[in-house]
């Protein structure tokens, strides 16, 4: 049969413009989330962390936010630029359990 | 500070033939995991390790994959025999403490099987 590839979202933004991307985690036992970020031909790069007793964790111009409500994390980043173009994926960690999960990521396309 | 380090970076073979990836986890970590990335699956976990001992190998595909943890600076994994199918993206990936810390990865070995 017809093999369908993974069609990750794209999000566009300018330079200079703040760029916000979703992420719905599916376990509600997930204690602990990371976001990474992978450039073409390279593994993915750590960027924040967050534990499920915080809500909002900030960085060099990052922040995570996380709704354990309704189970989602955004990562947010200041002042867009090119070097930020990469494809962005979360990560749910539910530690007890020793489970492991990755989303499918978001492409975050930076025009100049 | 040296990453996580794979080898070899690319590797083109046929089908049928054993393939070995090759790992060398950050000093001092005693988590290592195997990925495997792909176009239509996205980042699979195949297999993790603490102190060198297998935790889960639920993800690993089939029996034709197995890895292996010497010693606490060296994995393997390996398919023997590879096919087609097995072409992806295979990443390797060191933290400390598990499920409360950060994994730190390799830059992959991109496998295509002819």
């Known amino acids: 049969g017809e093999s369908v590839g993974l069609h990750l979202p794209t999000l566009s933004v300018q330079e200079g413009d703040n760029s916000i991307i979703n992420c719905a985690y599916s376990?509600?036992?997930?204690?602990?989330f990371i976001w990474y970020k992978q450039e073409s031909g390279k593994g993915p790069q750590f960027i924040i962390d967050?534990?499920?007793?915080?809500d909002k964790r900030q960085g060099q111009r990052v922040t995570v936010l996380l709704n354990k409500t309704v189970k989602h994390l955004s990562l947010q980043i200041a002042a867009t630029q090119p070097g930020d173009s990469a494809v962005y994926f979360c990560?749910?960690?539910?530690?007890?359990?020793?489970?492991?999960?990755f989303g499918s990521g978001t492409k975050l396309n930076v025009k100049p | 500070d040296a990453g996580v380090i794979q080898s070899p970076r690319h590797e083109v073979t046929e089908m049928g033939q054993e393939v070995t990836l090759r790992c060398k986890p950050i000093?001092?970590?005693?988590?290592l995991f195997w990925y495997r990335q792909t176009m239509m699956r996205g980042l699979e976990l195949l297999i993790y390790?603490?102190?060198?001992?297998?935790?889960?190998d639920s993800g690993m595909p089939e029996d034709r994959f197995s890895a292996k943890m010497p010693n606490a600076s060296f994995s393997t994994l390996k398919i023997q025999p590879s096919e087609p199918r097995d072409s992806a993206v295979y990443f390797c990936?060191?933290?400390?403490?598990?499920?409360?810390?950060?994994?730190?990865f390799g830059d992959g070995t991109r496998l295509s099987i002819l």
């Open positions: 990936a060191s933290s400390t403490g598990g499920g409360n810390q950060p994994q730190h």
């Open positions: 376990n509600s036992a997930s204690d602990y």
């Open positions: 967050i534990r499920s007793n915080m």
């Open positions: 990560a749910e960690i539910a530690y007890n359990f020793n489970k492991f999960y």
């Open positions: 000093s001092g970590h005693d988590y």
């Open positions: 390790f603490n102190n060198n001992v297998p935790i889960d």
